[in-house]
């Protein structure tokens, strides 16, 4: 199985700063067709898991624009500039390149 | 808007059977993968399985830790998905979320197994 790593947060983040999750995957996620197959969630407290980011970058519909994917192959950043109340709780970044898809273990957000 | 709402969770003993069902409403239900996604407590979510679209002859595919103990399976007439768990573990207790095409998922159904 595709082990996914996640970085943990320096919290409570500030009101208004930014903050990088870091997600590393133990094979690449970058396919022959050029996409990186890669999510990331959040879960509120006492809510489901949501889709913010797909293919790596690509912002679900509805998602605010402070939020933004990057990485490489194996690495992975979701960036969240501006942090709001809202933000607060458990993003999970998700591998769906191969059989079974795997989740990291998940980094909280706290805001101060 | 696109719903989808579980049903079917409780407390079952260990060895025992149960059957999630996903009422799915708001999308074309034929266009779509769905997934089966469960998450014990304080825990990262698992994926478990999905079944594929109808353009992908609604085949399915599961995780190893679920193969032969679950089944996926839909009725694309009623918009329902289903999840069939059967000689179930105490470690099979967790939050049970239905999602389609993982961009959406419903509020889940708790299922614990126990004594």
């Known amino acids: 199985d595709i082990v996914m790593t996640q970085g943990a947060l320096p919290n409570p983040v500030p009101s208004g700063e930014s903050a990088s999750i870091t997600c590393q995957s133990s094979?690449?996620?970058?396919?022959?067709?050029?996409?990186?197959?890669l999510n990331w969630y959040l879960q509120r407290p006492g809510q489901s898991p949501h889709l913010l980011i797909y293919?790596?970058?690509a912002r679900t519909s509805g998602v605010s624009d402070r939020f933004s994917g990057s990485g490489s192959g194996t690495d992975f950043t979701l960036r969240i500039s501006r942090v709001e109340a809202e933000d607060v709780g458990v993003y999970y970044c998700q591998q769906f390149l191969e059989f079974p898809y795997t989740f990291g273990a998940g980094t909280k957000l706290e805001l101060k | 808007e696109v719903k989808l709402l579980e049903s079917g969770g409780g407390l079952v003993q260990p060895g025992g059977s149960m059957r999630l069902s996903c009422a799915a409403s708001?999308?074309?239900?034929?266009?779509?993968?769905m997934n089966w996604i469960r998450q014990p407590a304080g825990k990262a979510p698992e994926w478990l399985g999905f079944i594929r679209n109808k353009a992908n002859g609604y085949t399915t595919e599961y995780s190893p830790s679920v193969k032969g103990r679950f089944t996926i399976s839909r009725d694309n007439t009623q918009n329902m998905l289903y999840l069939q768990m059967n000689i179930l573990r105490v470690e099979d207790t967790a939050t049970y979320y239905c999602?389609?095409?993982?961009?959406?998922w419903g509020q889940g159904a708790s299922v614990t197994v126990s004594s």
């Open positions: 094979k690449s996620l970058l396919y022959s067709d050029g996409k990186t197959y």
């Open positions: 999602a389609r095409d993982m961009d959406a």
């Open positions: 708001g999308f074309t239900f034929t266009d779509f993968y």
């Open positions: 293919w790596m970058s």
